[in-house]
């Protein structure tokens, strides 16, 4: 009886020690996205608190997060630090797009197969 009483004991700090290390977890923002993360989350905090997607054009995106080139493919290397260390996937459309992909984002962004 009294190793089960040591087992559990055990079982409940190494839980607690799991909790503690991820509410504490700081996710380090590299010093080139710093400034348009910290934008971001400003303009979309739910975005960030719920793991959901940002959807934009590409003139709305040069105007939050301005690079040299006025391309999507200009913020590719955000888009993939965004998803692989915080879960939010950016999407910064073309205007080129006017097809039924462009239609559904203007009905909101739930309704794009990208995003899910």
């Not at 940002?54 to 003139?59: A, E, G, P, R």
């Amino acid at each position: 009886m009294n190793g089960d009483r040591e087992t559990t004991s055990n079982r409940q700090s190494a839980a607690t020690d799991v909790i503690d290390e991820s509410s504490t977890k700081e996710i380090k923002i590299p010093q080139r996205f710093k400034a348009d993360v910290e934008t971001l989350m400003e303009l979309y905090p739910s975005a960030f608190e719920n793991k959901h997607g940002i959807v934009m054009t590409l003139k709305e995106a040069v105007e939050i997060i301005p690079r040299d080139r006025v391309r999507t493919d200009s913020y590719k290397a955000l888009q993939e630090w965004l998803l692989a260390n915080m879960g939010v996937k950016l999407s910064v459309r073309s205007r080129k797009y006017h097809g039924t992909v462009y239609k559904k984002l203007e009905k909101g962004f739930r309704d794009d197969p990208l995003l899910e």
